[in-house]
């Protein structure tokens, strides 16, 4: 179990967040198992980058299936009673879906996805960080992935947003909502100490972690 009660952890949040980061040290710290995306694995992200309205639906598609994947893997897991943190959560599909399909091609996705959503299992804890689009935009620029280079501050913004809005309805798992602009929990171990802390604290459906700078 991860934090002593919690057998599948979710990390969410937009690209540059640090959910990656997160979820290989808390898998470090607990030898769970490590669920990441591999968006190197779908042949149509660049060229979404290039070309959003165009290549919106495969993009989407490849990625649903992928993460479908990898989530039913967890039965496996789940079997031989072995925990797992992920960097991603099939809801998280969806949100990007509505924010790139045409309505058209978003009803096509969502006969994919409703069927692919009844077979997978529900994460047993969400850790949602936030950091300002403007973070999220030098994060994304210091990391060098070429077909990131024309993400712009204001796509982010809506990404952000997305996941703002998502978040603020969800109710399908316990839910930490971390601002994480002023904590390091890859460099500074006080900081992953004190979200660890945090969240053996957690008591309700909902709760929030905020340390000011």
Known sequence: MLFGK?????????IGVGK???????????QSALMLENP?????LPRFYQDAARYALPTQLSFLLQRASQIQALKRMGASGRAAVADFMLDKDQLFAKLNLSEEEYRLYQQIYDSLQQQTPRPDLVIY??????VLAERVRRRG??????????????VADSYSEHFYHYEASPLLIVNSENLN???QPQDFELLIERVGQMRGG???????G
Do not use: C, H, K, W
Request: proline share 7%; charged share 25%.
């Open 6 to 14: 919690y057998r599948y952890v979710v990390i969410a949040g937009p």
């Open 20 to 30: 990656t980061s997160l979820a290989r040290r808390l898998s470090e710290r607990f």
């Open 40 to 44: 190197d694995a779908n042949p149509f």
């Open 129 to 134: 960080l936030q950091v300002p689009p403007e």
């Open 145 to 158: 992935v070429e077909y990131e280079s024309t993400v712009t501050v204001e796509y982010l913004t809506r």
């Open 185 to 187: 929990f890859v460099d």
């Open 206 to 212: 909902r709760e929030f972690f905020n340390r000011a």
